[in-house]
């Protein structure tokens, strides 16, 4: 199993990234798909899920309006696009997939850093 996000890097406040998510060694179309933050010093938190359809969707409450999550099963891959960021976004983001408490798989993380 392999998750490998890209996509992170330096961006002014205001300014836009799009992280993408490359699965691989899984069914990806079967597991709902999300993104994760972890900030210095703080817990990981949930920034976006997507389920495994693309059905449906839910966002954090910091990121709403902002942030779309969005998936191509034929591509096996997962997206965020992240719009007026702010530097409180400034975190790892992680990829995460998930199906059932054992199929849980992480990616490395890619960082997101919003500064002037």
């Known amino acids: 199993v392999q998750l490998v996000e890209s996509g992170g890097g330096l961006v002014q406040p205001g300014g836009s990234l799009r992280l993408s998510c490359a699965a691989s060694?899984?069914?990806?179309?079967?597991?709902?798909m999300s993104w994760y933050r972890q900030a210095p010093g703080k817990a990981r938190e949930l920034v976006a899920r997507i389920s495994s359809a693309g059905i449906s969707t839910n966002y954090a409450d910091s990121v709403k309006g902002r942030f779309t999550i969005s998936r191509d099963n034929a591509k096996n891959t997962v997206y965020l696009q992240m719009t007026s960021l702010k530097p409180d976004d400034t975190a790892v983001y992680y990829c995460?997939?998930?199906?059932?408490?054992?199929?849980?798989?992480w990616g490395q993380g890619t960082q997101v850093t919003v500064s002037l």
């Open positions: 995460n997939a998930q199906r059932t408490w054992r199929e849980n798989y």
């Open positions: 060694g899984f069914t990806f179309s079967n597991y709902d």
